[in-house]
């Protein structure tokens, strides 16, 4: 069974622009998260969905991030504009219940 | 409020030396704990888990750890690490909404250094 993807594994952009990260979640998971590190930071929660709906958002930092999960499968998670401080590792997680498995995360960097 | 404590930012062992990476938590119910790691490049990956039962659990890689509810802790132990252990470790407990469903609450980490 394949576990959580995530889409791309790197991105490296520069202050100002858009970019959109990309999870898709282990098939029959109703539930799917969005967490992110920033540089010697600790790893924070940023929302939650179930099925297609956000069932909590209070991690998100501010407005210029956008999560979608359309039809409930695969999630979108966009920055725009992306700023210095975007930078970090955003892991996507699903789960059924109360264990959730991770993604490998992907490392964006904002120069 | 839920919080996840790692009192060691890093840690330095032998190989062969026996390791214990330090958890404590707070969380007002019964917790659900577990413990990530972290390589290199690699994504978070699940060493062990506690959901109830026997406090002592066993998980992957040699790794075992202990729930004591009496001290909010959940420590992480290895008898004899390997050169391959080195990684950050990060100690987390699933915490559940007002709207149900869980979040994980990390810890800071703890970055394990193995020296020969």
């Known amino acids: 069974e394949a576990g959580v993807t995530q889409f791309p594994s790197h991105s490296v952009i520069e202050k100002g622009q858009t970019v959109t990260l990309r999870c898709d979640p282990i098939?029959?998971?109703?539930?799917l998260y969005w967490y992110r590190r920033v540089m010697g930071k600790e790893i924070k929660f940023l929302l939650h969905?179930?099925?297609?709906?956000?069932?909590?958002e209070s991690g998100m930092p501010n407005n210029r991030f956008l999560a979608e999960r359309t039809g409930g499968t695969y999630s979108t998670l966009k920055v725009q504009p992306a700023e210095l401080e975007d930078s970090g590792v955003y892991f996507c997680?699903?789960?059924?219940?109360?264990?959730?498995?991770f993604g490998p995360g992907t490392r964006l960097t904002v120069l | 409020a839920q919080s996840v404590t790692q009192p060691d930012i890093h840690i330095t062992v032998s190989e062969g030396a026996s390791l214990e990476l330090r958890c404590n938590y707070s969380?007002?119910?019964?917790?659900?704990l577990f413990w990530y790691v972290q390589s290199p490049g690699q994504g978070l990956q699940l060493l062990l888990k506690?959901?109830?039962?026997?406090?002592l659990v066993q998980g992957i890689k040699g790794f075992e750890a202990e729930f004591k509810r009496s001290q909010s802790s959940f420590n992480l132990r290895k008898p004899s690490v390997h050169w391959s252990d080195a990684a950050e470790y990060f100690c987390?407990?699933?915490?559940?909404?007002?709207?149900?469903?869980?979040?994980?609450?990390f810890g800071a980490g703890t970055r394990l250094f193995v020296k020969a």
């Open positions: 506690y959901f109830s039962g026997d406090t």
């Open positions: 969905f179930v099925k297609e709906s956000k069932q909590d």
């Open positions: 987390a407990v699933a915490a559940r909404f007002n709207t149900g469903g869980f979040k994980t609450i």
């Open positions: 969380y007002g119910a019964t917790p659900y």
């Open positions: 997680a699903s789960s059924q219940v109360h264990e959730q498995f």
């Open positions: 098939s029959g998971h109703d539930n």
